[in-house]
């Protein structure tokens, strides 16, 4: 029974096997296309390691900021520079000065005969002797609409690579950032691409392959328990970039010590869920850009609100979000500031200089939390009334008055 790396796009990956294990010479490209933020060059990734996997040769360039096909041409020498010293390889080649032209000779097959050459920019390298590329090597760009060239240069360069050396390439793009009035782009696309699929986003899936890669056992358990506070803030936030989520659960687990949440042996899971939510929270909406200078910070107002009652003012003033950016901030999560556990100060040393002070941490929720859950004054009881029936609401009540 096959395993797919996504279900909703097992057909993507049964026609890339199709495409790319086959002996035919397609003489053509496949376009991969998706929305950004979906997950596609995640699945990508996914599947070339299974290829790489399978003995597969893997060149893998991201057209993000390229500004001219020289860089194209040095990203493909990098891509392929732990293939290139291989021993009985052939490279019949010359470097013209001045012009840095190059005409590659590549062994497809491996049966010692060049089966197609390559001309084109090469970067100013040093280049080895021998070069191999066998009948395993799959070719993929991503991020083609985030790359500055315009796009139909971009396919005819690709276009050699398919058309002239039958090379098996696969282009990754998100095709709503693209004109596609364009009509010269549209030629080439005709030309070069012969079969296009969108992907559909399978967020349950590359959430759960993220997590799967947290080392720390204990905190990759405790961090599946917590799947669906995790997925839900994901999708609060709004910034469905799996690189930045990624980069932000790797940041989580950095920070992450047992000790912090059971300073007195018992692990304590609610404590641990709010610095969950509250880390997911702050640290995507940093990488969105949504603070100022700070965390936490917002943007001042331009003009001061005239409509603004002073009662508004004042009651702003006291929950700490100031301004109508805070304002919008706060609406959105429904949390007031004691709710992130940290202080400001030490929410922007943990996400923006990545200092993680034991002792600060500890202190913060010490204060925030432990001290008073233990304590459990009169005001806090009440302010979790929440978890208060109500002849506890009124007596509390009673007693305060």
Known sequence: MSTYISKPNKHIEEYLDYYFDGKKNFEYAVLLNGAWGSGKTWFVKKYLEKKKDQGKNICYVSLNGIS???MIDEAIFKSIHPILGSKGAKLAGQILKGTLKATVKIDLDGDGKSDGSASGSVPKIELPDYLKINDNFILVFDDLERCELKKEEVLGYINYFVEQDGIKTLIVSNEEEINKENEQYSRKKEKLIGAIFSYTEDQHLAIQSILYEIENGDLRNLLTENFELIKQTFNQVGY?????FKQTVFAFERFYKKNYFAPKGDFDNEIFEKVLKAFLILSLENKKGRFYKEILNFKPDLKEEISKKPEEKIAE????????DAQEFKR??????????????????????NIIADDL???????AYFRL???????????????LNDKDFYELGRVLI
């Open 68 to 70: 001219k096909t020289s």
């Open 240 to 244: 469905k970039n799996l690189r930045s």
């Open 317 to 324: 003033s006291i929950s700490g979000f100031e301004g109508n």
């Open 332 to 353: 959105k999560y429904q949390m007031r500031l004691g709710d992130y556990i940290f202080t400001q100060k030490l929410w922007d040393q943990i996400l923006n200089k």
């Open 361 to 367: 941490i500890n202190m913060n929720l010490s204060e």
């Open 373 to 387: 859950k233990e304590d459990k004054p009169i005001w806090w009881k009440l302010w979790h009334y929440i978890d």
